[in-house]
């Protein structure tokens, strides 16, 4: 073990894997600290960079990035009352409250302080959890794995904010664009309408492009666009107090970062709804419940923390099962098929220096976000100014190069031009879009594991409940539903009443 | 464009169900579980969504059927919507005879003119932004980006 770990060491402090995390660290804060623009969207961006990077780098400019993003996004939420990302939506009142109170420097600092323990607090159970995790797996069948993609996919609809009925169509959806092709069981070309290019099936790639990218700055487009009313006042020194604050809310902290960690492991959950849960759950546990919305600092802490360590806690169940813990994952987990390092329980056997590799690399990213964390603050009112007009071109560009480079082929533009209609109209009439990808990542996975389940128990579904575990792991997909069902059905009643 | 949940829940139901038909059509090829069995249920699972959809809306109707975004009405907005779509339909053809640098400076000049930004700052953004990218992905990425008519001076 000792020596897989130096030949990790020695993996990540290569210029070049270097390089790749400084690049992408900024990458990450740009586009997280641009409202409108995603963690998830900074990672489509980055697939047909990684396609021509070696495994390591790959990887490590996905994780750098993603964490950037996600604290980034704290910043426009201070300032402009803005999120930059999704997962700083939760709180992006109380901390704009703050700033409006003139205590700018304080939230920014504490966002910065609890990003960075949050994420090292995910990236250490990450490290723990996941070989454990891994050596229990190997005894893993088809059975395990078929109900452990059935209850990713299922809190992946159930879990996620908003109507179920639409987390259903659009997992449907994702789990249809899955079977075309004839990348199945059968090997039979299905959904393929004669088309030489659908008979390998539809490519993540201009798929992801499409849905998180073209799809944003086609919502840029339609937009009457106001520019952002960035302050003006100066930001001094952020990190003056922070030392009190860890001391009034040390619970709060460890609370986010447990809660973060758990709720990102879970697949389908990520960090954005770690942040809404942990907001709830610090009001819910705080001794001033009223002060939350007016500019409370608890809040800020606990969901703070909990996003990022929901990043970490994302990629165990990605790296031990290949079943992501959210969107993030799901096109980490296609970039790692791509660069052959298939994701499943073997890959701590087979290679794990690449695996401790990317584990430094979580560390060492998170280290990092300290001093260009402060740099992007110190910088923020620049960042901001930059404007939108020019910035959605070249994100467009940028889409179309990624989706042209890798195969060439007009075809692949194509796929992401319908794909990024799609994903318009969908957000347009409130489907969700992350069970789509999730669909579609996990859905050849699901068939193959249900098929070889199948043939071993000669067509007997109970089989499936056989063993222990499997039946554990079925049991508690059908629970979800039923709950969800029967919740749905007193809302339902409470409403006609 | 916003359908009301009547006419999304049909739309979905009809989309599941020639799914679920045309899946039926697949042949079992002599195996316990045959390539249809996935998309029927798909295909199945498509159609209850939507019924349930439609049946939801029934409980509580008066939403218009159709919903149109303010944007609509607005021809500029309509024209940088159609926009985005022919910039990219003008890059996948012409990027191959033109070649990166001429097509990625009219793509872009193209979209910042539509977005408003200033006449005088379009063009040199644009020839920079292109340089950047022909740099990071053709220098540094390998990647392969064609040269078209400027195939004389490339390095």
Same mark, same amino acid.
């Given at each position: 073990m000792v020596e897989h770990i130096a030949l990790a060491f020695g993996k990540v402090f290569d210029p070049l894997v270097l390089g790749v995390v400084l690049a992408s660290a900024f990458f990450g804060l740009f586009v997280g600290s641009i409202?409108? &623009?995603s963690a998830t969207m900074a990672t489509a961006l980055l697939v047909p960079v990684t396609f021509f990077l070696p495994p390591i780098p790959a990887v490590a400019c996905m994780v750098t990035a993603t964490a950037m993003a996600i604290f980034a996004g704290d910043v426009p939420g201070a300032? &402009?009352?803005?999120?930059?990302?999704?997962?700083?939506?939760?709180y992006c009142h109380d901390a704009y409250a703050m700033t409006q109170r003139g205590q700018a420097e304080t939230v920014l600092g504490a966002g910065l302080v609890y990003s960075v323990l949050g994420g090292l607090f995910g990236t250490i159970v990450l490290v723990t959890a996941a070989p454990w995790l891994a050596d229990a797996a190997l005894r893993f069948s088809s059975f395990e794995y078929f109900w452990l993609v059935m209850l990713g996919l299922t809190s992946a609809v159930f879990v996620s904010p908003g109507h179920p009925i639409r987390g259903l169509v659009s997992l449907m959806l994702g789990l249809l664009i899955a079977?075309?092709?004839?990348?199945?069981p059968s090997a039979y070309p299905r959904f393929?309408?004669?088309?030489v290019e659908l008979m390998s099936g539809l490519q993540l790639i201009p798929v992801m492009i499409g849905m998180f990218a073209v799809s944003e700055v086609t919502r840029y487009a339609v937009s009457a666009d106001t520019p952002l009313d960035v302050p003006k006042q100066d930001i001094g020194g952020?990190?003056?107090?922070q030392g009190r604050l860890l001391r009034t809310y040390p619970w709060p902290a460890l609370r986010g970062s447990v809660v973060g960690t758990l709720i990102g492991a &879970?697949?389908?959950?990520?960090a954005d709804i770690a942040a809404w849960i942990s907001y709830a759950i610090s009001k819910r546990f705080?001794?001033?419940?009223?002060?939350?919305?007016?500019?409370?600092?608890e809040g800020v802490i606990e969901s703070g923390a909990a996003n990022n360590a929901a990043l970490a806690g994302a990629w165990i169940p990605a790296l031990?099962?290949?079943?992501?813990?959210?969107s993030i994952t799901a096109i980490v987990i296609g970039v790692l098929y791509l660069k052959g390092?298939?994701?499943?329980?073997a890959i701590f056997l087979e290679n794990p220096e690449n695996i401790y590799a990317v584990f430094i690399v979580f560390f060492l990213a998170n280290l990092l976000m300290v001093p260009l964390g402060w740099l992007l603050i110190k910088l923020a009112k620049n960042v901001l100014r930059v404007p939108r007009g020019v910035l959605m071109p070249i994100i467009l560009l940028f889409c179309v190069v990624g989706a042209f480079a890798?195969?060439?082929?007009v075809f692949d533009i194509g796929v992401m031009l319908a794909f990024g209609v799609l994903a318009y109209f969908m957000e347009a009439n409130d489907f969700p879009i992350a069970p789509t990808i999730l669909g579609m990542v996990l859905g050849g996975m699901l068939e193959q594991h249900f098929v070889t389940s199948m043939i071993k128990a000669g067509g007997h579904v109970t089989a499936f409940f056989d063993r222990p575990i499997a039946a554990g792991l079925g049991l508690a997909t059908i629970a979800i539903w039923l709950t969800s069902l029967a919740l749905a059905m007193r809302q339902r009643r409470a409403v006609s009443r | 464009m916003k359908l009301n949940d009547a006419l999304s829940g049909l739309l979905i139901l009809i989309v599941g169900s020639v799914i679920a038909v045309h899946a039926r059509?697949?042949?079992?090829?002599?195996?316990?579980?045959?390539?249809?069995l996935f998309p029927t249920i798909i295909g199945g699972g498509l159609m209850v969504c939507g019924a349930a959809l439609a049946v939801s809306w029934l409980r509580r109707r008066?939403?218009?059927?159709v919903e149109v975004d303010?944007?609509?009405?607005r021809p500029r907005m309509v024209m940088n919507f159609a926009l985005v779509f022919v910039d990219l339909v003008f890059y996948a053809l012409a990027v191959g005879r033109l070649g990166f640098f001429i097509t990625a400076v009219v793509f872009l000049s193209v979209l910042m003119i539509a977005f408003g930004v200033s006449r005088a700052r379009v063009l040199p953004v644009a020839m920079a932004v292109t340089l950047v990218m022909h740099y990071a992905?053709?220098?540094?990425?390998?990647?392969?980006?064609p040269w078209g008519v400027l195939e004389a001076v490339a390095w």
């Open positions: 409202p409108g &623009l300032l &402009l009352r803005m999120p930059g990302t999704p997962a700083s939506a939760a079977t075309v092709g004839f990348e199945n393929t309408f004669g088309s952020i990190f003056k107090g &879970l697949p389908g959950a990520g705080s001794k001033t419940p009223e002060k939350f919305g007016t500019g409370h600092i031990v099962f290949g079943i992501p813990g959210d390092m298939n994701p499943g329980p890798i195969n060439n082929s | 059509t697949f042949p079992s090829m002599g195996q316990t579980v045959g390539p249809s008066g939403a218009p059927w303010d944007w609509v009405r992905f053709y220098s540094l990425l390998r990647v392969p980006l």
